[in-house]
């Protein structure tokens, strides 16, 4: 596609919830990043993808957060048991697997708990 | 593990005054060097960026070198405007490590 696509780009749960976060990368982009920006807060990194595999998942805030990447392409990040505290925007970023390329970033979905 | 360290905001300036945030960095080899910018109410887009050391970015007027004896990328613009304020953040990407390292962003308002 012409950039990266997530969806919903909004979406309000009741806490306890399950949900289901998606990221369509642009085509080709074979690294792909998972980041959550709280309100007025700076990048927080979640998990980032080479191809289908991922060789970071430091950044995941606990076990309740998981995320897959299926074809090399799009990705769903769930989120199981929603807290309040979960409310954000989650951020979606695809690049080419050469170090100096730029990631191209999502417009993202806000979450909010309620 | 790689880390950026990036300066404090919120800042604010008048216009057409002169602009540095400052962005250091602590990697292993040689990462790639990027500020992105966040527009109030818009994604993030890339401002610019640089891939090795002495390269110099530069976009809109906004101008970063890359410092490896200083392992420095700072941002300057030497006359901002009303239209800059936004959040900047600086970034890195590890050379055979491509996770993708932001700072914590630094607020920038410009005023009349």
């Known amino acids: 596609g012409a950039g990266v696509s997530q969806s919903p780009s909004n979406k309000v749960t009741e806490k306890g919830k399950d949900v289901e976060l998606r990221c369509d990368p642009i085509?080709?982009?074979?690294?792909l990043y998972w980041y959550r920006q709280s309100l007025g807060q700076g990048l927080e990194f979640l998990i980032y993808f080479q191809g289908n595999s991922a060789p970071d998942k430091s950044g995941l805030p606990s076990d309740r957060f998981s995320a897959e990447r299926t074809g090399g392409s799009v990705s769903t990040l769930t989120i199981q048991r929603t807290q309040q505290e979960d409310s954000a925007v989650y951020l979606c970023a695809s690049s080419f697997m050469r170090g100096g390329t730029e990631a191209f970033f999502g417009q993202g979905t806000r979450l909010t708990v309620v | 593990g790689d880390s950026v360290t990036q300066m404090e905001g919120p800042v604010t300036l008048s216009e057409e005054a002169f602009l540095t945030i400052n962005c250091t960095y602590t990697?292993?080899?040689?990462?790639?060097l990027f500020w992105y910018v966040q527009y109030p109410g818009e994604g993030l887009q890339l401002l610019l960026k640089a891939t090795k050391a002495d390269d110099k970015g530069s976009n809109k007027g906004f101008e970063a070198t890359y410092r490896k004896e200083t392992t420095s990328f700072h941002l300057e613009k030497g006359s901002v405007q009303v239209s800059d304020s936004a959040v900047y953040f600086c970034?890195?990407?590890?050379?055979?490590?491509?996770?993708?390292?932001f700072g914590t962003g630094t607020r920038l308002t410009i005023i009349p």
């Open positions: 085509s080709g982009h074979t690294a």
């Open positions: 990697a292993t080899g040689y990462p790639s």
């Open positions: 970034a890195l990407r590890g050379f055979g490590n491509e996770k993708l390292t």
